[in-house]
């Protein structure tokens, strides 16, 4: 199997590119970060490389056999986060969340400011001195301040201004089997799209999509698959696994997916039907090159495939995703074997892929 040459532990040169790609701000629509970072490392991987007018990043690696498949592989560029607002008198700052952020959960959260990543906090009364007053860590969306330590609003806008982007300020952290971080959605489909441009098989014209504003409704990626117009595709995301036992001593049966039983699979959720026959395919790939595999639970949520299916007159699209834990907050955690062998599925899969074994799939 061709995916088996791809390493099953990650070399260093992989943590190292997802610590830089995590430990960066890249919340949507500034993904200025992201892109140079993936810029420099596809350049000398891709026969083509081109940033389109939203600013996604396409990258193009051509096969060398004769009839090649025209695969498109997104991952998106963007995490979730918050955006300046205002600069109150007092030099702290007003923002608002960019994407999918509970407010009531940013109390007491380090932050990094704009691309200088100037650092910030979300203040807190302390808890002894609230006894008998309403809580105030519960803060509401038109409540939320960062402080970065400026003594009035003229001393803030030295070193901020209002559009910039701040993002949870977490340095990745390995925790034995696992890895911890923020941004892992999407950051890490980022590094395994990396990858996979370097391992491309000969069979495919890989059609690399790096995504702007995937968290804000799924807007780089029609765009790019527009542009790249591929007869397959796949988006590459990393997505919720609510995994850990119910408090209340209650069966677990919501838990969408599970970390350490490999890449996840899609059949539907709020914005895509998978392609059924791309489903057969990366399915029985898994059970072939015996590469652990889970189907995850059918349901909301959504993925850049949302925009990709419908875009010019319909493409396949399936999303593979890696399992991972507290997605959109400060600190989210995935296992390393997820990660592995999510590559090593989606190598593997792409060098079994034909036109022809897809339009027999379909049965005409
Ligand atoms: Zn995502």
Redesign the pocket.
């Given at each position: 199997m061709a995916g088996a040459r791809l390493p099953r532990t990650p070399q260093r040169n992989h943590m190292a590119l997802l610590r830089a790609l995590t430990e960066v701000v890249g919340v949507s629509g500034d993904e200025d970060a992201v892109r140079k970072l993936v810029r420099d490392q596809v350049a000398p991987l891709a026969d083509e490389v081109r940033v389109d007018a939203l600013g996604n990043l396409l990258a193009i690696r051509r096969g060398s056999s004769q009839h090649r498949v025209r695969v498109m592989v997104a991952a998106?560029m963007d995490e979730a986060g918050l955006m300046v607002t205002g600069v109150e008198s007092d030099g702290v700052l007003r923002v608002a969340p960019v994407g999918s952020i509970l407010p009531e959960d940013l109390a007491g959260k380090a932050f990094w400011v704009g691309r200088a990543r100037v650092p910030g906090v979300i203040g807190l009364t302390p808890p002894h001195l609230t006894r008998g007053k309403e809580p105030q860590s519960r803060l509401a969306a038109d409540q939320l301040r960062v402080d970065i330590g400026a003594a009035g609003r003229e001393q803030a806008l030295e070193r901020v201004r209002v559009g910039d982007r701040a993002s949870f300020a977490t340095a990745l952290t390995r925790m034995g089997d696992c890895v911890s971080a923020k941004a892992l959605?999407?950051r890490l489909g980022v590094a395994i799209l990396v990858e996979l441009l370097g391992a491309a098989p000969p069979n495919v014209d890989l059609l690399a999509a790096f995504t702007v504003q995937?968290?804000v409704g799924l807007r780089g990626a029609g765009v790019a698959a527009h542009s790249l117009d591929p007869e397959v595709a796949i988006a590459v995301?990393?997505t919720p696994a609510r995994d850990l036992p119910r408090w209340d001593g209650g069966e677990n049966t919501d838990y969408n997916t599970r970390l350490g039983l490999g890449p996840a699979l899609y059949i539907a959720d709020r914005a895509t039907v998978s392609d059924q026959r791309l489903l057969d395919h990366f399915e029985s790939t898994a059970r072939v090159a015996r590469i652990p595999y889970q189907l995850r639970q059918p349901g909301g949520g959504s993925?850049d495939a949302g925009a990709i299916h419908r875009a010019r007159k319909g493409i396949p699209t399936i999303s593979v995703s890696v399992p991972g834990r507290y997605p959109h907050s400060a600190a989210g955690l995935i296992r390393i074997d997820d990660w592995r062998n999510t590559v090593l599925l989606l190598h593997t899969a792409l060098a079994r892929l034909s036109s022809q074994a897809l339009v027999r799939r379909r049965g005409v």
């Open positions: 998106h959605d999407d995937e968290e995301d990393c993925t």
